[in-house]
């Protein structure tokens, strides 16, 4: 875009569709009001099963009707686009399947919150760090690097399927790991298991997205920023994404992110502009 002065985009947001607390038309006009060029959303894809924290599929035509009404509404204010962010779940239900796959959406997130325990049963490990430490000793006996593994292998088997653009928060569970094994993430073998997992992103040309959620609140991003020259050696694509779920959230974290990247040897991150994902300039105004 002629008038873009500043990498104000966000493709990872949640509104009433999901689990976010604002309806989609707040989000953009917060959007706007901070100046922002390109900005998508991305509600938590159907899963098999009902939960409060994902859409249901008989809301999707409504999703992606209100989507058009409002894409028309802001043309030529900022750019618009609709995605999902699709859980690998298992082998029926990820990001390849068909259904998703013919979803008329301008990008799609690719994301793992869910293992199963012993006992075959769902559980969610995308929570707080005291309520992982409770999971994990609960649900997995307390073996910490099995979960761990488990971890890792879907994301491993969510990249080898492929169907998505962009790889969500994509070593989400380190800090809680971390929090429960202080030490973790300098462990061989844990750095064994990351770099595999990149190894792979980097061959398939994945994006993957710096997650800023959580870093006013726990000082971390998602990938870890120590992983960040190691994203640039691989050739890895990256884009800053709030992954807000309010309104007045969506621009938290960005600076921060963008300043670490460019520490890191970055020049460049992936926006979306004219349906197209486009390595842009990192800008930061200082």
């Not at 098999?48 to 009707?65: G, H, I, Q, R, S």
């Not at 000793?137 to 962009?166: A, I, K, N, S």
Request: glycine share 6%.
């Amino acid at each position: 875009m002629n008038n873009r002065t500043e990498n104000l985009t966000n493709y990872h947001s949640h509104s009433l569709y999901c689990d976010g607390r604002a309806n989609m038309e707040d989000f953009i006009r917060f959007a706007l009001s901070e100046g922002f060029t390109s900005y998508g959303f991305s509600s938590h894809a159907p899963l098999p099963f009902p939960t409060a924290w994902t859409m249901e599929w008989d809301c999707m035509d409504d999703y992606l009707a209100e989507f058009r009404r409002l894409k028309a509404k802001y043309a030529g204010q900022i750019e618009l686009y609709i995605g999902l962010e699709i859980d690998y779940l298992n082998e029926e239900s990820n990001p390849s399947v068909a259904r998703f796959r013919e979803l008329p959406l301008d990008y799609r997130i690719g994301s793992v919150h869910l293992l199963y325990n012993d006992k075959g049963e769902v559980v969610d490990v995308d929570v707080t760090a005291d309520k992982f430490r409770k999971l994990v000793d609960e649900e997995f006996g307390g073996d910490l690097v099995r979960v761990v593994h488990l971890y890792y292998e879907r994301l491993m088997r969510m990249v080898e399927l492929g169907g998505f653009d962009v790889v969500g928060h994509a070593d989400k569970m380190h800090y809680n790991a971390a929090a429960y094994r202080p030490g973790l993430l300098d462990e061989p073998w844990y750095d064994d298991l990351i770099q595999e997992y990149l190894d792979a992103i980097a061959r398939r040309g994945y994006i993957v997205e710096v997650n800023t959620k959580s870093y006013l609140e726990l000082g971390t991003f998602y990938p870890n920023e120590r992983y960040f020259p190691v994203l640039l050696e691989k050739g890895i694509r990256v884009q800053v994404n709030s992954d807000s779920h309010y309104p007045e959230r969506i621009n938290n974290g960005r600076l921060q992110a963008l300043a670490a990247l460019q520490t890191s040897g970055y020049h460049t991150v992936t926006e979306m502009y004219n349906n197209e994902w486009k390595d842009m300039p990192l800008i930061i105004h200082t």
